[in-house]
């Protein structure tokens, strides 16, 4: 029941030529025995709440602009757009932790890497919006886009 929207925010992260879509949704897909995977989430509080060493890892996949104004401390950015290019950062089984803006990009990269086999990624709910709001997670500081 979301068509157009989704149409739109596809459109929005680089996504130009949609083909088509799934009629039934999701258990129409589930109903003919096709396959099925999850994405693991967690919210920006729990993410906040785990230990410094099960949250060393976090990418980033807004675009570069978006990161370099103002990011998570530590984390590395991987841009959806180019994600094919960093495929290879995310070959390790370690568990990392993946945010975009508000969840949409995120999402969409950790379907990407999960078609190629890439396991361990959670992705962080609310992306970096609910993160920010959350004083417990370090960021670092704001600057201007204007600026850079």
């Known amino acids: 029941g979301r068509l ?57 996949v807004r675009k570069e602009s978006e990161y370099l104004s103002e990011h998570v401390v530590g984390a590395t950015n991987t841009p959806l757009d180019f994600i094919e290019n960093y495929v290879a950062e995310y070959a390790s089984n370690d568990k990392k932790y993946m945010h975009c803006a508000g969840g949409y990009r995120s999402m969409i990269a950790n379907s990407i890497l999960k078609a190629k086999g890439i396991e361990h990624i959670v992705d962080i709910l609310g992306g970096f919006s609910a993160i920010k709001e959350n004083s417990e997670i370090k960021v670092t500081d704001y600057v201007c886009p204007s600026t850079l």
């Not at 996504?15 to 879509?21: E, M, Q, V």
């Not at 949704?25 to 003919?32: F, I, N, P, V």
């Not at 096709?34 to 980033?60: H, N, R």
């Open 4 to 60: 157009k929207e989704t149409i739109t925010r596809m459109s929005r992260v680089g996504f130009d030529n949609i083909l088509g879509h799934l009629e039934g949704g999701l258990e129409a897909w589930k109903a003919s025995g096709k396959e099925v995977a999850s994405i693991e989430t967690i919210t920006a509080e729990d993410f906040s709440k785990l230990p410094t060493e099960q949250k060393a890892i976090v990418f980033d």
